[in-house]
């Protein structure tokens, strides 16, 4: 069945980078989009961006330009995100999602989170 | 970019009750709303695309209306494993994707 797994928790000191990844499975990865949405500690969803696969065409949310970058390796079937200059509030559960149908931004499967805590 | 609310922002209700939870969005969006559950310390999960598609595999309960501005979802007769919080999607205007606050449902 269409899977997403994730890579694991993370603890990170302000100012650090943090790079996790997302591995596709029952399905092409280059058929769907997938994005990255976050969810800080009692808060509610925050779309952070998506990648296409296919040529590694990305799209970021204003708030973390310059500061995240999401790739992809075909090879192995899996994007990454990588957030950099860490501050406390990007403490968060990190989801990759997979666009059901390109460009509809209709989530239709999820990673199971990677926790990171940004903390000294 | 566009804002997304949800009210109420929590609501209680008994089995077998039916409830409406609502979806306003500060622009027109047509019918690019979705709508998702999250159950405590799980993933998110999508009921409904396009403001009244049922995903597959979600009961009938479950049913969405609106269009432009705003938005419903009803559960017809809750369920105990109803007890969840709901989220609202714009997927009209990208980036940014945007979500609701949620609104926390107890049973």
């Known amino acids: 069945q269409v899977q997403l797994v994730q890579s694991g928790a993370e603890v990170k000191e302000p100012g650090a980078s943090v790079k996790i990844s997302c591995e596709a499975s029952g399905y092409t990865l280059t058929t769907h989009y997938l994005n990255w949405v976050r969810q800080g500690p009692g808060q509610g969803l925050e779309w952070v961006g998506m990648i296409d696969p296919r040529g590694g065409s990305t799209s970021y949310a204003q708030q973390f330009q310059g500061r995240v970058a999401l790739t992809s390796d075909t090879s192995t079937s899996t994007v990454f995100l990588d957030l950099r200059s860490l501050r406390s509030d990007d403490t968060a559960v990190y989801y990759c999602?997979?666009?059901?149908?390109?460009?509809?931004?209709?989530?239709?499967?999820w990673g199971q989170g990677t926790l990171v805590t940004v903390s000294s | 970019d566009i804002q997304m609310t949800q009210s109420p922002p929590s609501l209680s209700a008994f089995v077998g009750d039916r409830v409406n939870l609502t979806c306003r969005a500060s622009q027109n969006i047509r019918r690019y709303l979705n709508w998702y559950l999250q159950k405590q310390g799980k993933a998110p999960q999508v009921l409904i695309s396009?403001?009244?598609t049922l995903q597959n595999g979600v009961p009938e309960r479950f049913s969405g209306s609106g269009s432009g501005t705003d938005f419903t979802l009803t559960i017809s007769s809750l369920q105990p494993e109803d007890s969840a919080t709901y989220y609202c999607q714009q997927s009209y205007s990208i980036p940014p994707i945007t979500f609701g606050q949620g609104t926390r449902l107890e049973i």
């Open positions: 396009g403001a009244s």
């Open positions: 999602a997979r666009d059901s149908t390109d460009g509809e931004y209709v989530f239709d499967t």
